[in-house]
């Protein structure tokens, strides 16, 4: 790269801060609206000045995030074109370290320890002290002789140096901003009294934390035993006790020893099941985790600007009572805000009866009325069943299919497509919320034009879609889609895509089609 190269990309940090400081002084009202600052924790639950709700609302604004994502995106092209490649190899090798220290960081409740003790911190004892006080009375105490105060502060320095906390003094730390988003707003006594309530009525940015850093984290480390069954040797936990290749069928011992066990996923192979991820995740043992998913996915509407699907479809456009079907909706994180938005759409929520069960009470009594009055319903579906007509006889003005076709390879996802078509009136609208990624190179759907110093996804702003791309490839074997896939996967199914819509520089997108 030239220093030419190199310049372009600082002219373009330099360019995105001068647009982010003309937005913040035009929203600017009583007072200058200054841009909030790292080292101060902003927690959603708390009492804020106007002023400071402002700021932190100007988050969800699309030209703040656009011009957000063009200093990240520079930011990381810079970083990889000037750092040591043995250090950025490093970086990237070893991420894990940190993904297992943020994991760490939300289930022994650190943050919401932090936020109580202030923005003078904590002493690394007394963080280590509560964190024992604070674990469930029927789980095993922590070893003294594995979690030790030394061991924690080291954990608790590698988060500081990656700028998700802050250490005010040897040993000392506190929340900053990016640690106070992971805040659930509970207080000790709370988190002391009901452990497993420690995700109700939250943003689900925590239990996405604790799925990813859990379930996630520990499937993806074994993709490449996936691809390339020769590297699965017995220095691995599940092979030890003959997990890898030990066929579980009624096979005899002979055909065991040579049909080794065809793993669909990443995840079959790191948790040893056949079972898809689902049902696993329904199993007894896992129902924790079960409850921690279908919070983690209200947690996903982060990657929206706030209340995105309220901008992704015409709803004021729909006739009184018309009804929303939510497919594979979980709690109904997203057509929630739908319901409340708009009370002339009434919505039926569609899952797994497991989920079904826990829907309501997973939302306690903030939304009973809507759920009383029969605005908004459960109701128990398979995906890949015939679609059960309503109780009204009309085909639903929309289905909504949202984080659910990403959980499925081509042929399942055109299986559920193909239902909701034969399902579908006239004047049904399919309406999917998913990503949808741009290639890294000049394509129709590039975010930057050609003379741009940029990559035209926007490179490093946009790496957390193509992360959880591959993560779905190994929860699912599943994938998030291009424009492209996307277009041709609905035409063969018999819906025909007439809208995209998305904020400039969002992977994220609501796509409309309509039956063919």
Known sequence: MSFAALRALHASIGSAIDDLERIYKDRSQSEPLDFPRLDEPYYATASHTPTEELAHS????????????????????????????????????????????????????????????????????DIHRSVIELRPKTAPAPDPETFTVARLGHVLRLLATSHWLKEVGPDVFANNRRSSYIDT???????????????????????????????????????????????????????????????????SDAAKESAPVKYVCPFNLAFDTQLNFFPWLELPENRGRLERFGHAMTGTRQW??????????????????????????????????????????????????????????????KYASLFESGRMTFRVRDLFESWKPLASGKAPDVFLIRLVLHDWMDPDSLNILRI?????????????????????CDSEDAFVKEDSPLLPNLGFANIHGYLI??????????????????????????WKITDIRRSPGSLWAYTTAVPV
């Open 58 to 125: 100007l988050n969800d604004d699309p030209a703040v995030s656009l011009a957000s994502k063009k200093i990240v995106a520079a930011c990381g092209h810079l970083a990889a074109s000037v750092n040591k490649p043995w250090y950025g190899l490093m970086e990237a090798i070893q991420a894990g370290q940190l993904s297992a220290a943020l994991r760490f960081l939300e289930a022994a409740h650190i943050v919401e320890i932090l936020r109580e003790a202030g923005p003078q911190g904590l002493h690394v004892k």
């Open 304 to 365: 929206e600007t706030k209340e995105g699907i309220l901008f992704g479809f015409p709803w004021s456009e729909l006739p009184p009572d018309s009804v929303l079907v939510d497919v594979g909706g979980g709690i109904g994180s997203t057509s929630l805000t739908v319901a409340v938005a708009h009370p002339h759409v009434n919505v039926v929520v569609e899952d797994r009866p497991q989920v079904v069960d826990l829907a309501p009470s997973s939302w306690g009594p």
């Open 185 to 251: 707003g509970k207080s000790l006594e709370q988190l002391r009294v009901q452990p497993d309530k420690k995700y109700l009525d939250t943003d689900g940015v925590a239990a996405f934390v604790g799925l990813t850093g859990d379930e996630a984290f520990k499937f993806m480390a074994y993709m490449t035993e996936w691809f390339l069954p020769d590297t699965r040797t017995g220095s691995l936990v599940l092979d030890a006790k003959g997990g890898f290749d030990s066929a579980k069928s009624g096979t």
């Open 420 to 440: 909701l078509r034969s399902a579908a009136g006239p004047n049904t609208k399919l309406l999917i919320g998913d990503m949808l990624l741009p290639f890294a």
């Open 469 to 494: 791309d591959i993560m779905m490839m190994g929860m699912f074997g599943a994938k998030e889609r291009t424009v492209a896939e996307m277009t041709e996967l609905t035409r063969a199914a018999g």
